[in-house]
């Protein structure tokens, strides 16, 4: 049995239409690029509504982290439907109540208000992150 | 004659985050969506099909849909005729990008311009196809093609 550590599976919304749902797929990649590069992956959502085996496989028995933009949950719905056991829920319409000069636009580019946003939302996922690892025993 | 809604298009891109291909599908489906077909599509969320968007799920049974993959695994389309009906379209970026000889095009968080150019691409072919759908001729509809969409 490998001793290493899980990476854990951090999916975001695929949220297209929203400038919340672009600061939730910007905000995966400041913690898994900026902040957590080492504890933490990228799952496509996509992959784990089409039923992808790979993801699913990844995803399943163990905790994952969603970042959600809307109060649909996607991601989160999408990781529960795919057996993760533990999802730490993320959402980014919280996030912003208490950041509440911050006006996010945009999609394909978010403003700079819309990158403020991701950041602040990917340091509470990063939070979360260092909380299963210390649950872990790996802090 | 009753007042009978309008027929449009619905773009469901797979917006893949793990592959550039990803970002360019999304870019490519805003850009239709806001600069190059704006009065005849929608774009429909992906994970709303299995959320249980049933908003989603009916829009795609009654009207076209073009899927917009980044890779061969097609999500986007797979999922679609899971949870509602086979779209009447399908784009994939890999294909485009072979056919067009594309170099590297970035990376899923950031496009380079060759990815930007490949996504202007990808917003041309779903131009056409919503224009087929249609059953429009080539060049009789929509606003002039640009780069507004970024």
Known sequence: MSGGRRKVPVVPCSGIGKSLGAAAREAAYVLAEDLRPDR???????????????????????????????????????????????????????????????????????????????????????????????????? | MPDLPKRKVGLISCSGEELAEGTVTRR??????????????????????????????????HYPTIAVDGCDKRCAALATKKYSAKPAASVVVTEVAEASGRGAIGTARRLNEEGLRLADAVAGRIAEETDRLLKRKPGSAGPASGRGAR
Request: hydrophobic share 45%; proline share 2%; glycine share 12%.
């Open chain 1, 40 to 139: 933490t992956r990228i799952v496509a959502l996509s992959l784990l509504v089409m039923g992808d085996e790979e993801a699913r496989r990844g995803v399943a028995g163990g905790a994952a982290v969603a970042i959600d933009g809307c109060k649909l949950e996607c991601a989160a719905k999408g990781l529960a439907c795919s057996g993760a056991a533990h999802v730490h829920k993320i959402a980014v319409f919280d996030v912003v109540r208490g950041h509440r000069g911050l006006k996010p636009e945009g999609v394909c580019d978010l403003n700079e208000d819309g990158l403020k946003l991701a950041r602040a939302t990917a340091e509470e996922a990063a939070k979360a992150v260092d909380e299963l690892a210390r649950e872990d025993g790996h802090a």
């Open chain 2, 28 to 61: 490519a489906v805003r850009k239709v969506l806001e600069t190059l077909r704006p009065g005849d599509t929608v774009t429909l969320c992906l994970p709303l099909f299995l959320a249980g968007g049933e908003g989603e799920r009916a829009f795609a049974r």
